[in-house]
């Protein structure tokens, strides 16, 4: 019987930098956690001990560290293409580079109209992603937003559904639609102004789910992936992870009080998960 190796990788999670870019007229603030997996020819490893073809994964954390101060300028897009590219050329055991990035959003403090030179403010939970996969010479580059939290407490109805034995939910034309969205999409190339990108798409999502007619959680997913696609030819597809915040009317005409969609539970759990991908033809 032979016993082979399969497929393997190995790298470095959860290398947290802060990188400031002193620009002569203001700060910028980056700070971001990095994993890096690398896939190669690394069977002698496994099978014999044999660590000559294995860069130490405190080398990749290192190395993230260094090539930052001079190379991580702009976008986490373009620094992790700059990584991903320096572990590939000068690794040839190596095959395939994948670099995932994650921001921590942080805007300058706004004092009197004007944006303080140096001082920031937590943009919450909300984060920029970036996932580059350099395999042979092809480069492919996904970016995207995760705990997006959004909420909107008209213009979202749900009616129509299937009804059975067991469906105890009124239909509605008027409830809070709330979601904490994780979108993605892919570029077609990776030579792009990334920053003007992720700030139009950001833009196009959030204008569209505050200004779409929803039907459910199903229409608005699809009418923001459209929108996306209509407006920003280098996307690809867009993909939304959109789980339903549930925000239940409270019943107050148990104690002689009408509610006109003014009071509402909130609640966490059991809750709707919706997904779908939008992508041209």
């Known amino acids: 019987m032979k016993i082979l190796m399969g497929e393997n990788t190995y790298g470095k999670n959860a290398i947290n930098l802060t990188k400031i870019i002193r620009n002569p007229d203001h700060h910028e603030l980056k700070q971001v956690s990095i994993n890096i997996s690398l896939q190669g020819d690394f069977e002698t490893a496994h099978k014999a001990g044999d660590n000559t073809k294995i860069l130490p994964t405190d080398t990749m954390k290192n ?9 991580f300028t702009s ?5 992790g293409i700059f990584l991903a590219r320096y572990f590939k050329q000068n690794n040839p055991q190596v095959s395939q580079v994948k670099i995932e990035i994650t921001e921590y959003l942080w805007s300058r403090i706004i004092t009197e109209g004007i944006a303080h030179k140096h001082s920031f403010i937590s943009n919450g939970n909300e984060k920029h992603t970036a996932t580059i996969l350099l395999n042979g010479n092809e480069t492919r580059v996904t970016a995207g937003i995760k705990d997006l939290l959004i909420l909107k407490t008209t213009d979202s109805a749900f009616k129509d559904y299937i009804r059975d034995q067991y469906t105890t939910l009124k239909e ?6 709330s979601t904490e969205c994780q979108v993605n999409w892919e570029y077609d190339s990776w030579q792009l102004n990334f920053t003007e990108l992720y700030n139009a798409i950001r833009t196009t999502v959030l204008m569209t789910f505050a200004n779409h007619k929803s039907l459910s959680v199903q229409h608005t997913l699809y009418a923001m992936g459209e929108k996306v696609l209509q407006g920003n030819d280098p996307v690809k597809r867009i993909s939304f992870i959109m789980p339903n915040k549930h925000h239940l009317l409270f019943n107050l005409e148990q104690f002689g009080i009408e509610n006109n969609n003014e009071v509402f539970i909130a609640t966490e759990e059991p809750y709707g998960y919706i997904t779908g991908t939008v992508t041209r033809e």
């Open 63 to 71: 190395t993230v560290y260094v090539l930052a101060k001079e190379n």
């Open 75 to 79: 976008s986490i897009e373009d620094f």
């Open 172 to 177: 509605t034309d008027d409830r809070i639609l």
